[in-house]
């Protein structure tokens, strides 16, 4: 599984921003899908994620501004992000969790980052 990343960019404090992840495989195989965030100095954190049957989940501080949702005729996930702060700055990366039962695995595919800048 191959996963492309685009969408960030520059914004304002405020602004919005849409990512996409583009899977080279229908995503109807993906058992999850999910938005990770590595901010400067900082570690790596989960911010969002979908599973196979459009159950989300969230990180608390980005709770009612970043949306996670998949289209599987585009076999892409995007993650709208609305009222950015600047502490929403980091690089994002999109990761793919598919689980098979021959044999039992679970395996995590990840996409290159996008960077997402958010000035104050």
């Known amino acids: 599984v191959q996963l492309q990343a685009s969408g960030g960019g520059l914004v304002q404090a405020g602004g919005s921003l849409r990512l996409s992840c583009a899977a080279s495989v229908s995503i109807d195989s993906i058992n999850g899908m999910a938005w990770h965030r590595r901010a400067p100095g900082k570690q790596r954190e989960l911010v969002a994620g979908i599973s196979s049957g459009g159950i989300t989940n969230y990180l608390d501080s980005v709770k009612g501004r970043f949306t996670i949702s998949r289209d599987n005729a585009k076999n892409t996930v995007y993650l709208q992000m609305n009222s950015l702060k600047p502490e929403d700055t980091a690089v994002y990366y999109c990761?793919?969790?598919?689980?098979?039962?021959?044999?039992?695995?679970?395996?995590?595919?990840w996409g290159q980052g996008t960077l997402v800048t958010v000035s104050s």
């Open positions: 990761e793919a969790v598919v689980v098979t039962t021959t044999p039992v695995g679970e395996y995590e595919y």
